[in-house]
């Protein structure tokens, strides 16, 4: 009996197929090495991927604009040292942000990633390079200091308030502001200012700036949890654990 030309197409893709099959399992490996590894974090294509992954939501897609602090300004760079970085990227700062190292972990402090310092490192200076200024860092002074509250409700009067004071579209002393921001926060914002929004650095002395930091710091409201502002202590790893 003599079979249609369908008939006859059917029967060979059928050989073809089964022919394919017998060919067995492709060789362990082969698809993992066909794929493109992502590029590291010793690049700045690797840098820039961790950053709108894991960074961009709260700095701003670049490094501005963000609901957290810029970090397209030189002038923060080259007063923060990259192990004062490394440590905030890696403990994180309390409740306002997680910390990305395995030592972040325990209690309220949960890691948002398991990053090694050495790979903190890499993002770190990859941000230098993108956004920071050539050479060393300067001597570190970013640590805050309180001065005195009376004094600094005085600066702030003369220097703050017609800006910032409550009441204005850009109040800093709104109770809800005051509660998630940690004294650090404060000197920051009033040494670096958000470029980003047209607040210009500080212009105020050491002095005047950590009396202003006081002043603010004392209207935080009494129901506000220090200890969730607060970074969390760096746990150190268990006997036998290799992440550093």
Same mark, same amino acid.
């Given at each position: 009996?003599?079979?249609?030309?369908?008939?006859?197409?059917?029967?060979?893709?059928?050989?073809?197929?089964?022919?394919?099959?017998?060919?067995?399992?492709?060789?362990?490996?082969?698809?993992?090495?066909?794929?493109?590894?992502? !590029?590291?974090?010793?690049?700045?294509?690797?840098?820039?991927?961790?950053?709108?992954?894991?960074?961009?939501?709260?700095?701003?897609?670049?490094?501005?604009? #963000?609901?957290? /602090? @810029?970090?397209?300004?030189?002038?923060?760079?080259?007063?923060?040292?990259?192990?004062?970085? +490394?440590?905030?990227?890696?403990?994180?700062?309390? /409740?306002?942000?997680?910390?990305?190292?395995?030592?972040?972990?325990?209690?309220?402090?949960?890691?948002?990633?398991?990053?090694?310092?050495?790979?903190?490192?890499?993002?770190?200076?990859?941000?230098?390079? /993108?956004?920071?200024?050539? #050479?060393?860092?300067?001597?570190?002074?970013?640590?805050?200091?309180?001065?005195?509250?009376?004094?600094?409700?005085?600066?702030?009067?003369?220097?703050?308030?017609?800006?910032?004071?409550?009441?204005?579209?850009?109040? +800093?002393?709104? !109770?809800?502001?005051?509660?998630?921001?940690?004294?650090?926060?404060?000197?920051?914002?009033?040494?670096?200012?958000? !470029?980003?929004?047209?607040?210009?650095?500080?212009?105020?002395?050491?002095?005047?700036?950590?009396?202003?930091?006081?002043?603010?710091?004392?209207?935080? @409201?009494?129901?506000?949890?220090?200890?969730?502002?607060?970074?969390?202590?760096?746990?150190?790893?268990?006997?036998?654990?290799?992440? @550093?």
């Amino acid at each position: 009996m003599k079979r249609s030309p369908l008939v006859m197409v059917l029967s060979m893709s059928t050989c073809v197929a089964l022919s394919a099959c017998g060919r067995g399992a492709l060789p362990p490996g082969a698809v993992e090495a066909a794929a493109v590894p992502p !590029p590291g974090l010793d690049t700045p294509e690797g840098v820039a991927n961790f950053w709108s992954s894991n960074c961009a939501g709260c700095h701003g897609a670049d490094g501005q604009l #963000g609901a957290a /602090r @810029p970090l397209d300004d030189p002038l923060w760079w080259r007063t923060m040292p990259d192990a004062q970085v +490394v440590e905030t990227v890696a403990v994180g700062l309390g /409740r306002l942000m997680p910390g990305f190292s395995a030592r972040a972990k325990g209690g309220p402090y949960i890691a948002y990633a398991n990053l090694g310092d050495a790979e903190i490192e890499l993002v770190v200076k990859g941000l230098r390079a /993108r956004w920071g200024t050539p #050479g060393e860092p300067a001597a570190a002074g970013a640590a805050v200091r309180l001065g005195d509250a009376a004094r600094g409700a005085s600066v702030f009067a003369n220097a703050c308030a017609s800006c910032h004071a409550n009441g204005t579209a850009a109040s +800093v002393t709104d !109770p809800m502001f005051l509660a998630n921001i940690t004294d650090q926060g404060l000197w920051s914002a009033v040494v670096f200012g958000r !470029p980003d929004l047209g607040k210009a650095a500080t212009t105020l002395s050491p002095g005047e700036v950590a009396d202003v930091v006081a002043h603010l710091a004392a209207m935080r @409201p009494a129901w506000a949890s220090a200890a969730a502002l607060d970074p969390a202590a760096p746990s150190k790893p268990a006997t036998g654990d290799s992440t @550093p």
